[in-house]
């Protein structure tokens, strides 16, 4: 017989003989979560005679420590447009993605123009001047820089775009990049020209002077996403 009060809070509860299984009243399946042993935060390690033994290799979770019952759902998947994948965690808006290089997020489908294609539009634009003859040059010019482009940059698929604000640049960024900018490559002759050169093939953004004034990339736009 046992000395502590049985169930009733009167009677003193029967204590089964040594050896013999707990009554049936006792959880037959082990699930420390749900179920959590008598013997929990006792000296003893052991279960109890009789009591369902946990199965082998089995450690004590820590406190606190919970996981979901079978059959409970998923946390669902995060929106591949909104993952985390740029420095600090900030997410990414959906429709752009995070450029490793560059450090910088771009719109999908475009990609940093590389160094051989804006070397490609550079001398493109000599051969164009010539056969619009300077002037249609020029007003092709206005007309495109209110798409972020030149002339060349046209020919070629690329676009002017300001990461700042996630927009292409328009009329007024492209005339200062164009006119102030190009004052700067041009202030002190060859070396501000190879200075600006050095910077479009070392800079992780590819900018030159005139990108730098104007806070703008050039992209490479296949597929003309940007004019959607």
Known sequence: MSDFPGPDGGQEAIQPPPGQPYPSSAPTQFNPQFNP??????????????????????????????????????????????GYGQPGGQPVPAGMYFDQQSGLMLPQGTVLASSGRRIG??????????????????IWGLIAWGNGQTPALQVLGMRCYRPETNRIAGFWWMALRN??????????????????????????????????????????????????
């Open 121 to 138: 539009a550079f001398f493109l634009a000599i051969p164009l001047a010539i056969v619009t003859l300077g002037i249609g040059y020029v």
């Open 37 to 82: 042993p008598p013997w929990q935060g006792q000296q003893s390690a052991q279960p109890p005679p009789g009591y369902p033994q946990p199965p082998p290799g089995y450690s004590q979770p820590p406190p606190g420590y919970a996981q979901p019952p079978p059959g409970f759902p998923q946390a669902p998947p995060v929106p591949a447009g909104y």
């Open 179 to 228: 006119i102030v900018g190009r004052i700067v490559d041009g202030i002190l002759s060859i070396i501000t020209e190879l200075i600006s050169f050095i910077f479009m093939l070392n800079r992780p953004d590819r900018r030159t002077l005139h990108d730098l004034v104007a806070g703008t990339v050039v992209l490479h736009d296949p597929n003309k996403v940007l004019s959607q």
